[in-house]
């Protein structure tokens, strides 16, 4: 069974660029869920793909947008940078979008600095 | 908005010795599910252990254990026989059974673990 990964690593952008991070699922999990984790804080939910569509979003403005695939990895893209979008960035994968036994499991984060 | 609070922003305990870490959450919902995660210096989120609000039974996992009060809306972690891996942050989270696998989390508490 192969868990949840994340890349790249790490990023540095300036104010103004715009990001694309990426995640693979854990294999057989249909539903992924991104969150931003400032230093010192605990994560803050951006969204929610479900089986490709948009299933939820957190108090985040519209220039973080994402995508969900048919193999059921995402993209989170953020457009126009801020210095306050620095940030660890972690995708979470899970199966059942809210079921019961729904249980998200994290990847190791993308960690973004903005300069 | 559910909020979730951990008091305790750093915690300390001697190697084998117990140690609990605190949670309180507020909501207005009667059916929901709350996690402890624990996240290591590097910085994949862990899930140590879950309980369903519905279940008045508090949840095990080997040496990790829960005090779930409902109607104090508080859900604390021990943490027995500590050995040094356990030094981390430790996540409380929310997630509530209509909101899809988003999760709320509290603040965290960072975990010492002494030898």
């Known amino acids: 069974e192969t868990g949840v990964t994340q890349s790249p690593t790490h990023l540095i952008k300036t104010r103004g660029q715009q990001v694309t991070l990426r995640c693979s699922s854990q294999s057989g999990h249909n539903t992924v869920s991104w969150y931003q984790q400032a230093l010192g804080q605990g994560p803050q939910f951006i969204f929610q793909?479900?089986?490709?569509?948009?299933?939820g979003r957190g108090n985040f403005p519209p220039r973080f947008s994402g995508l969900q695939f048919p193999n059921y990895s995402s993209e989170l893209n953020v457009n126009a940078l801020e210095l306050d979008d620095s940030a660890l960035y972690l995708c979470?994968?899970?199966?059942?979008?809210?079921?019961?036994?729904?249980?998200?499991?994290f990847g190791p984060g993308t960690r973004l600095t903005v300069l | 908005a559910q909020t979730v609070t951990q008091s305790q922003p750093e915690m300390s305990v001697q190697e084998a010795e117990t140690v609990t870490l605190s949670c309180t959450y507020d909501t207005s919902e009667s059916d929901y599910y709350l996690f402890w995660y624990k996240q290591p210096p590097s910085r994949q989120m862990i899930l140590v252990i879950r309980q369903e609000a519905y279940k008045q039974q508090n949840a095990t996992e080997n040496r990790f254990s829960v005090n779930f009060q409902k109607a104090a809306k508080s859900f604390s972690l021990k943490i027995s026989d500590s050995q040094l891996g356990d030094a981390a942050m430790y996540f409380c989270?929310?997630?509530?059974?209509?909101?899809?696998?988003?999760?709320?989390f509290g603040e965290g508490t960072q975990l010492t673990v002494n030898p």
């Open positions: 989270a929310y997630r509530s059974r209509t909101s899809g696998s988003r999760l709320t």
């Open positions: 793909y479900y089986r490709e569509e948009e299933n």
């Open positions: 979470a994968s899970s199966l059942g979008a809210g079921t019961p036994t729904d249980t998200q499991y």
